[in-house]
């Protein structure tokens, strides 16, 4: 799998936008980048995937620049509960996920 | 919202003894995954399962693991001698599909093992 960079901590002021990024910069055609988030040593939780195209749901949007180097997570409107550890991780499959260190997002009040 | 459940969320237990950690997957998947975290290190894939059979393993994951579905709900983790460095929070997770998957899945609250 290919590896991701991602920020050690970052924090986020209640209600604004979270704009997680991550890089890969080898990642390859067939690969996938995933998100998920883990609270608080809570199992992690999907949120969101995409190969090529920019995603959205419920939760979250997925960016992906066209040469699908980097991409950017964005919480829309974020919320104290939304405060946890993001993993961003590039993998063909989500067989066999590897997981890195990730980002921990702080949202303030 | 239907959700994966562990059991036990805690087990303390002697180095040198078999512990069982059991898990029961979302009721219309198929296919089975455990992961563990120790304490302040990195998510971790143990094993997929799929079939009544192990798909994919890890380095991490060796004879002393085994995994096992014995009736149409339960998946369990056997771990035959535990070691100190056994101790972590093991997480399961289960999903639709298993090959070419590129989807989701879904992982329960943990059980945390501490050999002691």
């Known amino acids: ?109 | 919202e239907p959700e994966v459940t562990q059991t036990p969320s805690h087990q303390v237990t002697q180095m040198g003894q078999e512990v069982i950690l059991r898990c029961v997957p979302i009721s219309n998947h198929l296919y089975f995954y455990w992961y563990r975290q120790i304490l302040g290190q990195k998510v971790e894939f143990l094993v997929s399962f799929y079939n009544n059979e192990i798909s994919e393993k890890s380095e991490i994951f060796d004879d002393q693991f085994s995994v096992e579905r014995p009736d149409g709900s339960n998946f369990t983790l056997k771990i035959r001698s535990t070691k100190l460095e056994d101790s972590a929070m093991y997480f399961c997770a289960s999903s639709e599909r298993l090959a070419g998957f590129t989807g989701e899945l879904f992982f329960g609250e943990g059980s945390r093992l501490t050999v002691l």
């Not at chain 1, 988030?37 to 939780?45: A, T």
């Not at chain 1, 699908?68 to 946890?84: C, E, F, V």
Request: aromatic content about 8%; proline content about 5%.
């Open chain 1, 1 to 109: 799998d290919a590896k991701t960079t991602q920020p050690t901590s970052m924090d986020c002021a209640e209600g604004r936008a979270a704009n997680l990024p991550c890089n890969h910069s080898t990642i390859s055609g067939n690969e996938y980048v995933y998100w998920y988030r883990q609270i608080h040593s809570q199992g992690p939780q999907y949120i969101i995937h995409g190969l090529k195209n920019n995603e959205t749901n419920e939760m979250a949007s997925l960016i992906i620049t066209e040469d699908r180097k980097s991409s950017t997570l964005i919480l829309p409107h974020a919320t104290l509960r939304d405060t946890a550890v993001y993993y961003c991780i590039v993998a063909g499959s989500a067989r066999q996920l590897t997981f890195g260190s990730g980002t921990q997002l702080t949202v303030l009040p």
